[in-house]
């Protein structure tokens, strides 16, 4: 007996005819939750249709762990475009909840979109609908989270309350289900869900069974703890949900005003294996209940910032004019001297401190002129770290109130290194260990050296870290060295002679440029997943410290033009104020 497509919005665009002759040859199968479809780089040998439950699309991101690209859920096609550009799955896909599938095999689609026009004409709008909106179209968002609760003395209650209030003043509209849903059947969650733009499923541990069953539907897990209590071991239940599985996992760390911490951010993550952490903060409620509000429903902003030398204080200008609009910053990431700015912004560093201490760090002295006969480097180092404890301490990436990483390059591997936890000031070490400039750094058996050596501008790592829009600033270019510098040169005592040890030799600038020479040759590379991508016209050189202002000023200027000739779709995307 044939089955009956009709309940497909995708099939019901076709004539009965065409519908009558698919559904005469695909295949019913359920897909327990958990479970592969397909895996990336398999050959693709059927079409698949969701009939109930939902997929999730995964493949090998530049973050460590598999980049998310999105939901597939009743109603939608999948592996329709390997199958018609005849190549390997782009992506693996497993079931997210319990989920039944139809199958079309390779043979018979050929042969019925061969035959009938009107179905390879729906399917040729459908695939053009997805790729106009990047493969994250808004079905494809997660819209279902379980906030599970690690204590019984956290109102959980409250706080959905809260998230929820928010959503609905971004124009979001929101469903709580806490444990009086328990007993409620899988159509009757299926329809607050297809009612709803986000659900919320509210559960403790102390009531496993709805626990166990909230985060079975959850597109992602928020799991919430109180900074003032360690996590147990182990921590989550023995059988995980696939969300979990997949790592689809954050956590949401409160911290009580007046009370003091008794964990680390870092152990809860490393406890939960936890994707991300959050933190909401009772003396920075509202910042902080916004800032989740827009992370649920994928309108949170990552900003990301290059590295450049002294070329980076442009981002200082830019910064400051995107803060003057009114725009949130709720993800940030950066490397070499961008990481440094970010992690600024990252900290809650307001635009004067954040100025007033990379003028201190790097205008008022050179913190790379404790030079040595080099062995592995020109400058000892030991006035970087001086510096960048003085800063920055013995915070942990964790800590940070706005989700950060940063990025160095692996010798070892010849790959990026993403640094998304551990202590700040390490981090950012590696990420500025300009090679020949400064010593590298030895972390776990690994060489680590300057993060812009494999990728100067990290947006692509921005977009696997968050789903809302990326705000990209770039001084990235082809590093001018002066010809001069490099005819008939003196010896280092005749360099000093005539420009005293503060002044750097040329051969700073020629590593600098040698280390980054891929990457500016290359500058486009990362720039096309930035929704708004500023280039400030920096032309000094990327040993010019004391440039400062100037260089600070045409950041500014660059972002207040680009702000300007914003539409007002973009600026609705970005948060910013319309009219």
């Given at each position: 007996m044939p089955l009956n497509l009709s309940f497909l919005p995708f099939l019901n665009r076709v004539e009965k005819s065409v519908?009558?002759?698919?559904?005469?040859e695909v295949e019913w199968f359920c897909l327990p939750a958990g479970q592969l479809l397909f895996r990336e780089?398999?050959?693709?040998?059927?079409?698949?249709?969701?009939?109930?439950?939902?997929?999730?699309?995964f493949k090998a991101g530049p973050l460590g762990r598999p980049d998310l690209l999105g939901y597939i859920r009743a109603g939608e096609p999948v592996g329709e475009m390997s199958l018609l550009d005849e190549t390997p799955h782009s992506a693996s896909v497993y079931a997210l909840r319990d989920s039944e599938l139809v199958r079309l095999p390779k043979a018979s689609f050929e042969r019925l979109t061969d035959k009938h026009a009107s179905l390879m004409r729906e399917l040729s709008k459908m695939m053009l609908a997805r790729l106009r909106g990047g493969n994250r179209t808004a079905g494809s968002e997660?819209?279902?989270?379980?906030?599970?609760?690690?204590?019984?003395?956290?109102?959980?209650?409250?706080?959905a309350s809260e998230l929820k209030s928010a959503l609905q003043t971004l124009g979001v509209s929101c469903a709580i289900a806490d444990e009086s849903c328990a007993d409620w059947s899988g159509q009757k969650l299926d329809k607050l869900e297809q009612s709803h733009d986000i659900v919320l499923l509210t559960a403790r541990f102390s009531d496993p069974n709805w626990a166990r069953r909230a985060m079975g539907r959850a597109d992602r897990l928020w799991l919430f703890a109180r900074a003032d209590a360690r996590p147990s071991r182990p921590l989550l239940p023995d059988d995980p949900s696939p969300a979990m599985r997949l790592k689809l996992l954050d956590v949401v760390l409160l911290s009580p005003q007046g009370v003091s911490a008794a964990s680390r951010p870092q152990e809860w993550s490393d406890a939960s294996d936890a994707s991300r952490v959050f933190h909401w903060r009772q003396k920075q409620h509202a910042a902080d209940t916004a800032r989740l509000a827009r992370t649920l429903v994928g309108k949170s902003v990552g900003l990301v910032v290059s590295g450049g030398g002294a070329r980076a204080y442009a981002h200082l200008g830019a910064i400051r004019a995107l803060r003057e609009a009114g725009m949130h910053f709720d993800f940030v990431g950066g490397a070499s001297m961008g990481a440094i700015v970010a992690a600024g912004v990252a900290l809650d560093w307001s635009d004067d401190e954040l100025e007033m201490r990379i003028r201190k760090a790097f205008v008022e002295s050179n913190p790379l002129d404790d030079w040595a006969l080099p062995v592995v480097s020109l400058a000892k180092g030991e006035k970087v770290d001086r510096r960048l404890k003085e800063h920055f301490g013995d915070v942990e990436i964790a800590d940070?109130?706005?989700?950060?990483?940063?990025?160095?390059?692996?010798?070892?591997?010849?790959?990026?290194?993403?640094?998304?936890?551990?202590?700040?000031?390490?981090?950012?070490?590696?990420?500025?260990?300009?090679?020949?400039?400064?010593?590298?750094?030895?972390h776990h058996g690994q060489i680590l050296v300057d993060g812009a050596v494999f990728t100067n501008f990290p947006a692509r790592e921005m977009r696997a870290f968050h789903r809302g829009p990326v705000v990209g600033s770039d001084v990235t270019r082809a590093q001018g060295l002066n010809p001069d510098d490099f005819i008939d040169p003196p010896n280092f005592m005749g360099w000093v002679r005539r420009h005293g040890l503060k002044s750097p030799p040329p051969i700073a600038s020629l590593l600098m440029r040698a280390a980054t020479v891929g990457v500016a040759d290359h500058r486009d590379i990362g720039r096309e997943a930035a929704d708004l991508l500023i280039l400030p016209n920096t032309p000094i050189d990327i040993r010019d410290w004391d440039r400062f202002d100037e260089t600070v000023e045409a950041g500014h200027e660059a972002a207040t033009s680009m702000l300007a000739g914003l539409d007002d779709t973009m600026r609705a995307q970005l948060g910013l104020p319309i009219g």
């Open positions: 519908l009558d002759a698919v559904e005469h780089g398999d050959d693709a040998d059927a079409f698949y249709l969701v009939r109930s439950g939902a997929l999730a699309a997660p819209r279902v989270f379980a906030l599970i609760s690690t204590s019984p003395t956290i109102d959980l209650d409250y706080r940070m109130a706005r989700p950060y990483f940063c990025l160095s390059s692996n010798l070892a591997s010849g790959r990026p290194h993403v640094h998304r936890s551990g202590r700040l000031r390490d981090a950012l070490r590696a990420s500025i260990a300009i090679p020949g400039l400064l010593p590298p750094v030895v």
